[in-house]
Each structure stands twice: as C-alpha cells, then as structure tokens.
C-alpha cells in the first residue's frame, strides 16, 4: 500500500532523531500534494507545530516560498488572536472570581508549558472550565452578561455558549483575531450516557485545583497527573466521536517525551487511575497512539499496562489506529467510503447496552425537524436541490451521506477484523487446548 503523504509529516515531526527521513520526503512533494497537505495541517492543528520544527532544523528551505508565506502569515494572526483571547480569558476568570464561582481551567492556555511550549503554536477556539454544580448557573449568567448565546450540546455535563455573531472558520482563516471563540461549562468530564461506557464519572474536581500562572495571569487549573488523564479523556472522547485532531496527540508525545522517566509523577498518576480497567486502557491506548505516531518514549508503567490490555482492543491499535487517524478532516464532509468509522470496533470494546442515553429522545426529534425543514425549503424553491452551496451549508444532510459511505467501509470491513481477532486467540487456544480461545472469540462476537 502507497504511504499516506502525510505520514512523512508525522515523522518529521517525531520526538526521536532529527526528523530527516520525513523531511526528505516533503521536499520532494509536488505543488498539487502541498495544496492538499497545506489544508491537513491547518485542519490538523499542525500546521504551526511543522512550522517552529522547519525554523529548528533549519529547513524552512525544503518547502516552495508559498507555503512557507501561507504559513508565516498564518502564525503571526495566531499571535494576534492568542493575545485577544488571552484578555477575554482574564476577563471572564476575574468575574468568576467576584462572584465565588468555583472553577478550574481545563485545556487551552493550561497547557502551556507542560503540552505545548509555546501558546501561539496550537490552535484554541474556546475556553473550557470544569465548575462545581452549584456554581454553573452563576458561570452561565457571567457568560450570558459577557454576550455569549448557549448552544446545543450532545452531552448532559456540557454547557456551551457562543457568540451571535461568529461564523466558524476553516484553514487559515480560523486563526484570525475575529474568528469566533466559544466558552464549555462542564460539569463533568466523562458523559456515560453519550458513549455508553460507564466507570469514570467525577474523575476530576475543583477540589484538586492547583494555581498555575501564565502570561501574567494567575489561575486555578490541574495538576500534572490530572491534566494528562485529562488529555486521555478528551482523546477518547473524540475517538468515540469519529474524529481527532492529531496536534492533540502530538501534544500528548510531547508531555510523554519530557516526563516519560519522572517515576514520581506516573506513581501519582497509577494512584488516580485506581482500580478502573477502563481508565488504565484508555491510558494505554492513548499513549501508545501518541507514541507510535510521533515516535516518543512509553513510561514503564503504560508498558506493563499494555501488556494486559484486552485482545481486541490491541489488535485495533497495530491493525487500525494508524489509518484512522489519518482519516480527512472535517469528518462530516464528502468522500467515497470515509474511515473514520474504523473508530466502532474499538469503541465496541468498552460500550455497556445497560446505560442509557438520556438525551437520545431529543436529539432524535431535533433531527426530525431539521430535516421536516430541508424538505419544506426544497417544496418552497425547487431550484435549491441544484445549488451546492445551499446544500454544503445542511450539516443535516451532509451528516447524513457520511454516515451512510462511511457505514458502507465499517461494514465491509466486518469480515477482516472478525479475522483477525479469531487469527488472534488461535496460538491462545493451542496452548489452552480448548477454552480461553473459544470464550474470547465468543466475546468478540457478543461486541459485534
């Protein structure tokens, strides 16, 4: 199989060497590969991370004088826009504060410097604070005073809002001063009834808050140990969901790469992940991605966890992870048989049929009405169905032929990784001679 163009992207922006097998490959990449690799990084969030490893290695020369301009101009708004959400942020932490509200930063400018060294580097298009419940209908009237409007959520522990008046913004565009920001409450940060899959609820709190400071401004955020299992969370969370942003893991490497050997901080981190399977496989599973794709060091710890890590789940690593991963960006937009739905078998693993989805009822209604409107707007004006540009602006629709091809390469891709996981637990069952092979395989065939 041809190597996806931007896997030589990955490897040069890998933790291990010098990066220079991936950067004599990009030299090499024509002008209509570097359109389409240009629009990956931005919708990525790599685009300024590939942009800083060029000025390191000194290499900015091994991309045509565009790009490179494209970029460079990119990065100087993101300084701009870094240093206007940056008053906001202050702004709406000083109100919390007036008001008693009990908050911690999560994500965002909290990362910096333990995920990202340098704010301007990644992409924020919103503030995220966990808060204690009785303190959510302050935050929201702060956040309603302040202009923005709520929005509809997927999950029950979120809360978000955004302003009128933005529109959201793709490519270089999203890094604008003006492009639109949002802020998310959240009450907690796992929701069992969004992904059925139940054994982490009220992981993090306000209680275990630590004060952090950055670019002048003093905060409440997490603690090394919680914002790591923060950032597993979040990735599974969009795993899940169908999509990643691959800067997430690559500032998942990062952290890896610096406090890969700090046994004090992975003794802390054993501490809070307890005894929740679920959670210890998410820690492998994100850490090992993490590492896999940008070549970073695995904490003795995760490696003695992966090796108990369950069959499948282990084969959807080594068989899968690396061409989901580099699935196109938005996910919702047209392609023949997307991939990202490669993401199922391994959320299969972990769902539980016994937890409900409480908000299934409604959204269902609401899908029902958005379509009810397509259709009326179609009787109303028939000449619609011939414009693309109408019909690139229904998320409805466009959600709904994705689902459709996408659900076509899951299904086709049912036979291969019954396969594989039958080909799996054969050694298992030669050994054994008859049980553990057979119980395994009828449990792959139960998540199916």
């Known amino acids: 199989m041809k190597r996806d163009i931007r896997e030589y992207v990955a490897r040069f922006l890998s933790f291990s060497g010098d990066g220079s ?41 091994a991309v045509p004088a565009l790009v490179l301009s494209r970029l460079e101009r990119s990065f100087a708004a993101n300084q701009a826009r870094v240093e206007n959400m940056s008053r906001q942020f202050g702004v709406l932490n000083g109100r919390f504060d007036d008001l008693g509200i009990r908050f911690v930063v999560l994500k965002g400018f909290s990362l910096i410097p333990k995920f990202c060294a340098y704010a301007p580097l990644r992409h924020q298009g919103d503030f995220d604070y966990l808060v204690d419940g009785e303190s959510l209908a302050a935050a929201s009237r702060v956040l309603s005073d302040a202009g923005y409007v709520a929005k509809e959520s997927r999950s029950s522990e979120e809360f978000i809002f955004v302003h009128p008046a933005g529109k959201p913004s793709r490519g270089a565009e999203q890094y604008l001063p003006s492009a639109p920001h949002a802020v998310e409450l959240h009450v907690d940060l796992w929701d069992s009834g969004l992904h059925r899959v139940p054994g982490i609820p009220n992981l993090f709190s306000v209680e275990r808050a630590e004060t952090r400071h950055w670019n002048g401004l003093r905060f409440p955020a997490l603690s090394d140990e919680d914002a790591f299992l923060l950032q597993v969370v979040h990735a599974c969370h969009h795993l899940f969901t169908l999509w990643i942003r691959m800067s997430c893991l690559l500032e998942i490497a990062y952290f890896l790469n610096r406090r890969a050997g700090d046994g004090d901080l992975w003794n802390r981190i054993e501490s809070r992940v307890g005894d929740s399977v679920v959670l210890r496989e998410f820690v492998v599973i994100v850490s090992e991605m993490a590492a896999r794709l940008f070549a970073a060091p695995l904490p003795p710890l995760v490696q003695i966890w992966g090796e108990s890590l369950r069959p ?57 009405s958005r379509l009810a409107r397509i259709g009326s707007s179609i009787r109303k004006e028939p000449s619609l169905v011939l414009k693309a540009g109408w019909w690139k602006r229904q998320l409805l629709f466009r959600r709904t032929v994705f689902h459709a091809l996408a659900g076509v390469r899951y299904v086709c891709e049912i036979p291969r990784w019954r396969w594989l996981n039958r080909a799996s637990v054969r050694p298992v069952a030669a050994v054994d001679g008859q049980v553990r092979g057979g119980s395994l395989d009828s449990d792959f065939r139960a998540t199916s």
Request: aromatic share 16%; hydrophobic share 40%.
């Open 312 to 368: 499948a789940s282990r084969i959807w690593i080594e068989h899968y992870s690396r061409r989901w991963l580099f699935s196109e960006l938005p996910v919702y937009q047209f392609r023949l048989f997307p991939r990202s739905k490669l993401a199922v078998f391994l959320r299969q693993q972990y769902q539980d049929a016994s937890v409900a989805r409480e908000s299934q009822e409604p959204k269902q209604v609401a899908s029902s």
């Open 21 to 61: 097998e991936g950067l004599s490959a990009v030299e090499k990449f024509s002008d209509r590969e570097w359109t389409h690799v240009l629009q990956w990084l931005y919708d990525s969030g790599l685009a300024f991370y590939f942009l800083q490893k060029l000025k390191d290695t000194k290499a900015t020369g």
